[in-house]
């Protein structure tokens, strides 16, 4: 490049960093309601897993065993206990996660 499209990207630079100065931090982002629903979803996908996987390891040892019914059953229980334990964890995560938001946002500085 010559000496003058450099020193125009030079000058182009200088102002595109100053702009960025003036303009000031970017606002942190928010997530809206999709949060919830993204949320909701994992916590269905746990359960639904938790039971799938009962259900599953219950029906493979009822086959092996010939006991139809027991293990299925028993297993599907179990796979319920442990999907709504990973969605009490999923929620008391959640809950921290936005405590702390808060008193982050509650510590901050007010932007005027």
Do not use: C, H, N
Not at 33 to 39: C, D, N, R, V
Not at 46 to 67: C, E, H, R
Not at 93 to 112: I, N
């Amino acid at each position: 490049m010559d000496k003058d499209g450099s020193r125009g990207l030079t000058e182009l630079g200088a102002r595109i960093d100053a702009a960025k100065k003036a303009r000031g931090p970017a606002p942190s982002r928010r997530r809206g309601s999709l949060a919830g629903a993204e949320l909701a979803w994992r916590m269905v996908i746990d359960l639904v897993a938790g039971v799938g996987i009962g259900f599953g390891m219950g029906y493979w040892l009822d086959t092996q065993f010939g006991s139809m019914p027991l293990f299925l059953i028993l297993f599907v229980m179990l796979g319920l206990a442990a999907g709504v334990r990973v969605m009490l964890r999923t929620a008391r995560g959640y809950e921290r996660k936005l405590a702390e938001t808060a008193a982050a946002d509650d510590d901050a500085p007010e932007r005027r």
